[in-house]
């Protein structure tokens, strides 16, 4: 028995049953990932939508990408996108170690503080930490932990992670992160890079992200588009050939394999085929430096950190930071000392920003 031919979905804009369950004009300082999606990257998807591609990665969306991040990262990056953070961290490391491998990093890290054990527990590798003032490593910071490589009773150092920008706000010069390449590598060493931020570093320090990656010698990087106007999603960047080969193993073992990745895939080509990126990054940048002009005003506040890209890190008393949160979200850094971080975003106004500097005011003035 035949039956009739479906007809194809039309162009016009779909109905939903959804409803906006949220005030659209409710602003935080809590973290960047509270933004929504950039416009332009809504639109890619859109467009990216409709018909069929051929699934987990062999679209036409996902291989343009290589190209663009060619322009980036130079024409041997192999760019990998993953759902999340966490996921392009655990992926990127385990490319990076053996089973008995170990990673140092900063003991304020993102991969030792905030991703719930998952370097340790899901890429089966030992995290090596160094305490730090600013967020950053030196190289004498370490050579506290780079020892014992053939010790059997240890864990084998085998990768350095830093964070660009730092967990603190803070960022590593071009210099800096090329003598932490150069003192690794000459210990047998690979680095890894969290970029989670990585637009917002390179818009404060006004160079090309290639400069503080592959021309310096970063072997493998994590993207992170979320925090930057993504929807959803962040890539794993292979800048050393070598490292690139189990790569699309390890994604799958790692369960950020996307099946329809060219919704990935797409994202960033809005943000990074022109630059999206960098008017974003700059924007939140300068959020939270007319953030901290204003709070350097407020007597009783003290900014603990150097504000260098889009976070604020302030210590105020405990009553205060409680009254204002009833006002804005955001969040402690460290309750017991009295420390809150502030978090702009691309879509952060002027008039958010002034409106909470209000708020700050009155909420000290009370005691």
Known sequence: MSHPAQPAPTAHPAKTDARRRHDPAVRGFASDNYAGAHPEVLAAIALANGGHQVSYGEDEYTDHLQRVMHSHFGPTAETFPVFNGTGANVTALQALTDRWGAVICAESAHINVDEGGAPERMAGLKLLTVPTPDGKLTPELIDRQAWGFDDEHRAMPQVVSITQNTELGTLYTVDEIRAIVEHAHGLGMKVHLDGARIANAAAALDVPMRAFTNAVGVDVLSYGGTKNGLLFGEAVVVLDPAI??????????????????????????????????????????????????????????????????????????????????????????????????????FDTTEDDVDAFLLALKEEMARG
Not at 264 to 291: I, P, T, Y
Not at 336 to 345: E, F, I, K, T, Y
Request: hydrophobic share 50%; with cysteine; proline share 2%.
């Open 244 to 345: 690139a080969r189990h790569m699309k193993h390890l994604r799958k073992m790692s369960m950020q394999l996307a099946s329809k990745m060219r919704f990935l895939s797409v994202q960033f080509e809005a943000l990074l085929a022109k630059d999206l990126w960098l008017r974003n990054a700059r924007h939140a940048n300068a959020m939270a430096q007319r953030l901290a002009e204003g709070v350097r005003a407020v007597d009783g506040v003290e900014i603990l950190y150097p504000v260098q890209a889009n976070a604020v890190f302030a210590r105020l008393p405990h009553q205060v930071t409680r009254r204002l949160q009833e006002r804005f979200r955001f969040y402690f850094w460290d309750e017991a000392a009295g420390d809150v971080r502030w978090m702009c975003s």
